[in-house]
């Protein structure tokens, strides 16, 4: 019993939020007498790291070097990929020091079509594990294991030797309400969305040694909402723009660094701040509707929501800035064959308040790979914990393959 209530807690607290639609007024009377102003979204889990090597490099991945994940980091890029053939499966525990059963799992695909084209698929799902469901009186009503996921299929090309471009169509599941009797209107949420991916890489010369110089950017996720009832209230997905810069330069022969940078920001509308009257309650117009103190609308369409990201946080340039998320990593090889990484992130306190240092190691043998990373949070009492992820890398070269210039 305690551990069903334990699970039922942290269900209501890291996925019913992304449940409140962002027309609800709720949402926006939490927490308006203080700074903080954080962005709710539909279907978070798309934007998740999702394998060991760029979560090991604090979350930072759009410049650097291509690898079997290319498609969530930077479709750009995996057009540069090295092998003609290979794939990947990574598995993350989440939430794992709070509950046991909920786990992140990625199978991707890539295969070269010629030296210039390369194209790639992926599976991501989210098991929320199973959760003791309760009626407002505290009966319980059923079990239930609320599940996520998500389809993708990507093309990668080559538009010189040192520019890619890279498109993703994905389609996303959300069953979080499962098969509740007392919800007639709940539904499974369900999405279409693109990835759109530029990436450009220059060898150089630094210090008399070999180098590159990678420059990377990435729209993610960039698609239509998602509603668990009906049209009325709908969701923004995590639509995201990623835009970054990678150097790395040979030590020796047989040792190199490589150093990454990330900056992100979500296009999708800031809350705003309702007008409340002398009682702490939010004022309506006659329409029904709340009065806008500061911002703007957010029950705007996509393009809207997106454009107008940039320009409607309640707080002006200020509270703009505060949305940028920065990644940094670090990634030291030895031969190609072992590596040592190393990270942190950083979002303000203001917009969700993450801050954690990360760490991983890499082992490959001929084709095959193992990349194992740890997550620490600053707050010692963070939910993200001692986040662990593992991923197995499959990597070919074929001997038939007859390369054309498309």
């Given at each position: 019993?305690?551990?069903h209530?334990?699970?039922?807690?942290?269900?209501?607290?890291?996925?019913?939020?992304?449940?409140?639609?962002?027309?609800?007024?709720?949402?926006?009377?939490?927490?308006q007498?203080?700074?903080?102003?954080?962005?709710?979204?539909?279907v978070?889990?798309?934007?998740?790291?999702?394998?060991?090597?760029?979560?090991?490099?604090?979350?930072?991945?759009?410049?650097?070097?291509?690898?079997?994940?290319?498609?969530?980091?930077?479709?750009?890029?995996?057009?540069?990929?090295?092998?003609?053939?290979?794939?990947?499966?990574?598995?993350?525990?989440?939430?794992?020091?709070?509950?046991?059963?909920?786990?992140?799992?990625?199978?991707?695909?890539?295969?070269?079509?010629?030296?210039?084209?390369?194209?790639?698929?992926?599976?991501?799902?989210?098991?929320?594990?199973?959760?003791?469901?309760?009626?407002?009186?505290?009966?319980?009503?059923g079990?239930?294991?609320?599940?996520?996921?998500?389809?993708?299929?990507?093309?990668?090309?080559?538009?010189?030797?040192?520019?890619?471009?890279?498109?993703?169509?994905?389609?996303?599941?959300?069953?979080?309400?499962?098969?509740?009797?007392?919800?007639?209107?709940?539904?499974?949420?369900?999405?279409?969305?693109?990835?759109?991916?530029?990436?450009?890489?220059?060898?150089?010369i630094?210090?008399?040694?070999?180098?590159?110089?990678?420059?990377?950017?990435?729209?993610s996720?960039?698609?239509?909402?998602?509603?668990?009832?009906?049209?009325?209230?709908?969701?923004?997905?995590p639509?995201?723009?990623?835009?970054?810069?990678?150097?790395?330069?040979?030590?020796?022969?047989?040792?190199?660094?490589?150093?990454?940078?990330d900056?992100?920001?979500?296009l999708?509308?800031t809350?705003?701040?309702?007008?409340?009257?002398?009682?702490?309650?939010?004022v309506?117009?006659?329409?029904g509707?709340?009065?806008?103190?500061?911002?703007?609308?957010?029950?705007?369409?996509l393009?809207?929501?997106?454009?107008?990201?940039f320009?409607?946080?309640?707080?002006?340039?200020?509270?703009e800035?505060?949305?940028?998320?920065?990644?940094?990593?670090?990634?030291?090889?030895?031969?190609?064959?072992?590596?040592?990484?190393?990270?942190?992130?950083y979002?303000?306190?203001?917009?969700?308040?993450?801050?954690?240092?990360?760490?991983?190691?890499?082992?490959?043998?001929?084709?095959?790979?193992?990349?194992?990373?740890?997550?620490?949070?600053?707050?010692?009492?963070?939910?993200?914990?001692?986040?662990?992820?593992?991923?197995?890398?499959?990597?070919?070269?074929?001997?038939?393959e007859?390369?054309?210039?498309?």
């Amino acid at each position: 019993m305690n551990v069903h209530l334990k699970k039922s807690f942290w269900f209501l607290a890291f996925v019913a939020p992304f449940l409140v639609s962002i027309q609800s007024n709720a949402q926006f009377l939490s927490g308006q007498e203080s700074d903080r102003n954080p962005i709710t979204v539909a279907v978070p889990f798309v934007g998740f790291a999702p394998d060991s090597r760029g979560a090991a490099m604090g979350d930072a991945g759009v410049a650097s070097a291509p690898d079997a994940y290319s498609v969530h980091w930077n479709n750009g890029k995996l057009a540069f990929i090295d092998n003609d053939l290979g794939f990947s499966f990574s598995y993350s525990p989440w939430l794992g020091n709070i509950v046991d059963d909920m786990s992140l799992n990625y199978l991707t695909f890539y295969k070269k079509i010629d030296r210039i084209q390369t194209i790639g698929a992926s599976v991501r799902y989210f098991d929320l594990g199973e959760i003791q469901l309760t009626d407002i009186n505290a009966n319980a009503i059923g079990l239930e294991n609320p599940r996520e996921a998500a389809f993708d299929v990507t093309y990668s090309r080559k538009l010189s030797e040192n520019i890619g471009l890279g498109g993703t169509i994905r389609y996303i599941w959300s069953n979080l309400s499962g098969n509740i009797t007392g919800a007639p209107d709940a539904k499974a949420g369900t999405s279409v969305a693109i990835d759109l991916g530029f990436y450009y890489n220059k060898e150089l010369i630094f210090n008399g040694k070999n180098a590159e110089l990678s420059l990377g950017a990435h729209l993610s996720n960039f698609g239509q909402k998602v509603t668990y009832s009906n049209d009325s209230n709908e969701d923004f997905i995590p639509t995201n723009l990623r835009l970054g810069a990678g150097f790395k330069t040979n030590i020796d022969p047989y040792n190199s660094i490589a150093i990454l940078l990330d900056f992100n920001k979500l296009l999708v509308p800031t809350p705003p701040v309702y007008q409340e009257d002398e009682n702490g309650e939010v004022v309506n117009d006659a329409n029904g509707n709340p009065v806008i103190l500061k911002g703007k609308d957010p029950n705007r369409p996509l393009l809207s929501g997106a454009f107008g990201s940039f320009t409607d946080a309640p707080n002006g340039f200020s509270e703009e800035m505060q949305e940028i998320m920065i990644s940094s990593g670090l990634e030291y090889k030895y031969r190609d064959v072992f590596a040592v990484r190393a990270g942190y992130f950083y979002e303000h306190a203001n917009k969700g308040d993450r801050k954690y240092f990360t760490a991983g190691l890499g082992f490959k043998y001929q084709v095959f790979g193992v990349d194992f990373s740890y997550l620490v949070p600053q707050d010692n009492n963070h939910p993200l914990g001692d986040t662990l992820r593992l991923s197995f890398v499959f990597s070919f070269d074929t001997k038939d393959e007859n390369p054309t210039d498309g």
